[in-house]
């Protein structure tokens, strides 16, 4: 069997490295931060969104949208239910909560990662502290891994699970990417996905700190829409962040070239009739009030100052005085908030990277280089990225035991 270095202990270095060396081989995983599985750490708000229960391999595929074709050979490998299997294997029970996102029962994120690393342990995957600062080749082969202290691990196999330049602290400061370019694989632009969005309106740093619940999104490009969800989000002093926009970045891909925008609705649980109902009640109970301090009820406390000047209607306006039409403008405001998207926030903020490896440069069916013969490519360092909700961890899964078989 083959002396393997993986290069990156995370989701994907430690499944693959483990996995392989059940297989017989001897395996060193080479971990640049001291302790491994960083960046799974910090997934899913500390809690770990291992997966998502998503069992038919179309609507998994359905959740990519960067190289979907590429992701089904190591989908029909190793699919949701075998890492919810594995998990519980391993003696993590888990949960699956709205959306389909699959957590541990525990809501401790490190529970994931110890399981990993113990994985690795009992499999006899050796794993260093260290940081590969070049690769050493032979014709078309990788023979050595060359160390930041100049000390060389010579290699039958080696696997590049890197990650992307999400994060950097975690240790994904894209060195996967400088080894690949080294030995002459191409890397696609790299952007961030999952990730807060810079707004251009000038009334948004006043929201700053506003943190909603229950609200509906929809994401426009060129007035068409293209996305809708449902959840949760904030307001920053540079935009909007939060799960549902996090979710809504993930469709944006021509920043720069489209324009976008966000309509907020505040109220999706009540439609335009029953809101201005509601309005009329609040109004009717406050008639003498100015229109300013009569919204109390109905929005969040700094929201208000926003919706009163972007409705037209003068804050001092007794409430008695509305005119049906005004009314019915600060339904339409609220049902329809809208934000002007002008940029990501920058790639080290974003939850993963899209962009990567070339896809056309790696055989789907094996996660090896189609260009260095004992090179193979596992996670997210390949240019291919998901919706949030536990995919995107499912792609550093199933390129793993599909990477791990191959070897």
């Known amino acids: 069997m083959s002396n393997v270095v993986v290069v990156g202990a995370g989701a994907a270095g430690l ?90 029962e525990s809501d401790r994120a490190v529970d994931i990662v110890d399981a990993l690393v113990q994985y690795c342990k009992r499999s006899g995957v050796k794993i260093i502290h260290s940081t590969v600062k070049a690769l050493e080749c032979d014709g078309n082969k990788i023979t050595a891994a060359v160390l930041d202290d100049k000390s060389r691990l010579t290699c039958d196999k080696l696997v590049l699970a890197t990650g992307g330049k999400s994060y950097p602290r975690t240790g994904s400061t894209g ?29 948004v740093p ?48 021509n920043m720069g070239k489209s324009r976008y925008s966000i309509s907020i609705d505040f109220k999706p649980a009540l439609d335009e009739q029953t809101l201005d109902k509601r309005i009329q009640k609040d109004f009717l109970e406050l008639s003498n009030k100015d229109f300013i301090n009569s919204l109390g009820k109905l929005l969040p406390k700094k929201l208000i100052p926003v919706i009163v000047l972007l409705s037209g209607i003068a804050p001092s306006t007794k409430v008695n005085q509305i005119t049906k039409e005004q009314r019915h ?62 995919f995107n961890l499912q792609i550093a899964f199933s390129t793993a035991v599909l990477c791990a078989e191959n070897l």
């Open 206 to 253: 006043r929201l700053q700190g506003l943190s909603l619940k229950n609200i509906s999104i929809r994401l426009f490009e060129n007035d068409k829409e293209i996305y809708t969800d449902f959840g949760e989000m904030l307001f920053t002093h540079y935009g909007v962040s939060g799960p549902v926009i996090l979710s809504a970045s993930s469709h944006i891909r």
């Open 15 to 104: 499944l693959c490295g483990a996995r392989a060396a059940l297989k017989g081989h001897s395996v060193t995983i080479v971990e640049k931060m001291e302790r491994p599985g960083r960046k799974l750490m910090i997934t899913g708000k500390g809690r770990c969104n291992v997966t998502n229960a998503t069992f038919e391999l179309d609507d998994l595929i359905s959740n990519v949208p960067t190289n979907p074709r590429f992701m089904y050979s190591a989908f029909s490998e190793f699919m949701p239910y075998d890492t919810m299997a594995l998990f519980e294997e391993l003696g993590v029970p888990l949960k699956i909560e709205r959306g389909n996102r699959v957590f541990p």
């Open 175 to 203: 060195d996967g990417y400088y080894l690949a370019k080294s030995v002459g694989h191409t890397v696609t632009d790299i952007k961030p996905s999952l990730v807060p969005l810079v707004c251009s309106n000038n009334f």
């Open 329 to 390: 403008r600060l339904v339409a405001l609220i049902k329809n908030f809208v934000v002007d998207i002008s940029d990501f926030r920058p790639v080290e903020e974003a939850i993963i990277t899209s962009g990567g490896i070339n896809v056309k440069e790696i055989n789907p069916k094996t996660m090896q280089s189609k260009i260095i013969d004992n090179l193979y490519f596992a996670g997210e360092i390949i240019d291919v990225d998901a919706y949030t909700g536990g």
